[in-house]
């Protein structure tokens, strides 16, 4: 039980933590981790179509996960969240392996988005940045972002929340300003109601993912539960609020994308930028400032993204292992600030060697992205197979628990929710491993993918036995 998340080697627990989140904090926190600008140029390169996309999967997807997450959240609002849903359905290994990779894949991820963030700058400032500095800089920033999340949380949520705030202001403009270049110039692709309907084929298949995975991030709230004021009663609300904001700003800034570059001329990298610049370059030529302006905020988003996600997952491992549900290294708490320092300074190592790696075996800018990407989101599914099935085991189980949201519809809701959800994230993972990033054969990106999934599941199961032995 996650009221059993006692003491850490420092004396504290993360349940002790400061009340700071209220549904405003909340509703910022969950759109700082699920807005994510480093995705929204990839989910353009689809095409018109895109936006069909991000309709339908939003009802039969985003809205049914929503359901699943206000239910679990506000039933089982403890430290720790996605792992304590798992672990009451499954049992404490399979709780261990789901705050595994749910960690590690930021680790894995964190390179990936800095990549995107230089791209960005290159591109925004003209500037080139060798391989090599490339690389410093991404360490430098992963490191960056260990520092902040080792700080209380009552001051760390000031950068997600300050985030969220930019990235709704640059990617709202961004749509902006692509309707003035509309209106200017006309569209860079047509807009007519049949360019909208998603055709079901390889080409956009290969993208169908990147929609999917920027919808995930609801439970990652519930991971800090113990800093929530009053998690029954706002949780279900912050996920209505952040949702309805989430799908909106996800569509419009696609559009603004669109309206200005035709499709085969967006880059899954630089997407947005190049929409920024050309948009702001015909409109409001003489106010370059206001280009650079948002660059910077763009660039900060990428920042702020990184650092939601940090918190969240370690607050995750954080939890097992003071649950002792792996090694106890994961639940050491800062005396002096209440977060899990050590699980940060892990995450900041292996970050680290994926960098080193990753830049060792290929150093072109875009196919690093795309491994990295693409192994960490496959990281980053797995533990929904169990999240969502979670629901209807824990309402066998539990009856009488108490449930101050319930996922409409009766067990026949809770059904058809958890297929849909369960098949959506069936169909992503089977997607990113089945497309290679261009230019990058299938052997090296399928034993990279493959290969590091394999590895992350079997450390997961590793770390469980080992902390059973070490607790007999």
Known sequence: MASDLVQGTQGGTLADQKKTFGLFSM??????????????????????QGLGFWIVLGLFFFIPYGFV???????????????????????????????????????LWAPSVFVLFIGSLEVAFGVDVAPLWEAVIVIAMVWAIVLIGILPLSWSKFVPNLSAAVKVVVLVGLGVMGAAYAIQNGTANSFALDQWVPAWNTDSLSFLPIIIYSYMGFELMSAAGGAIKEPKRDVPKMIVLAGAAILAVYTFATFGILAAIPTEQVSIVTGIVDALQLSFDEVLGGYGWLFDLAVVGLLFTFFGNMVTWSIGANQTIGATGLDKTAPGVFGHVNARFGTPDYAFVL????????????????????????????????????PYLLMFPALLVLRRTF????????????????WVSTVLCELGIVLTIFLFFYFPAEGV?????????????????????WLYRHSRRGAA
């Open 69 to 107: 997450t206000a239910e679990l959240g506000s039933a089982w609002p403890d430290e720790g969240g996605i792992y304590v849903w798992v672990k009451e359905a499954f049992g404490p290994g399979w709780g261990t392996v789901t705050s595994w990779l749910y960690w590690v894949n930021v680790a």
């Open 441 to 461: 054969s299938k052997a090296t990106f399928w034993a990279i993918t493959g290969g590091g999934t394999i590895v992350s599941l079997l450390i997961g199961w």
């Open 347 to 382: 995450m900041g190592v292996i970050a680290t060697a994926i960098t080193v790696v990753a830049y060792a075996l290929d150093p072109d800018q875009a196919n690093v992205f795309w491994t990295l990407f693409a192994l960490s989101s496959i990281v980053f599914l797995l």
């Open 27 to 48: 509703v910022l926190f969950s759109v700082s981790a699920i807005l994510v600008a480093d995705t929204v140029g990839a989910s353009a390169a689809i095409g018109v």
């Open 399 to 414: 009856p009488d628990r108490e449930r101050p949201y319930v996922v409409p519809g009766g067990a026949a809701g809770a």
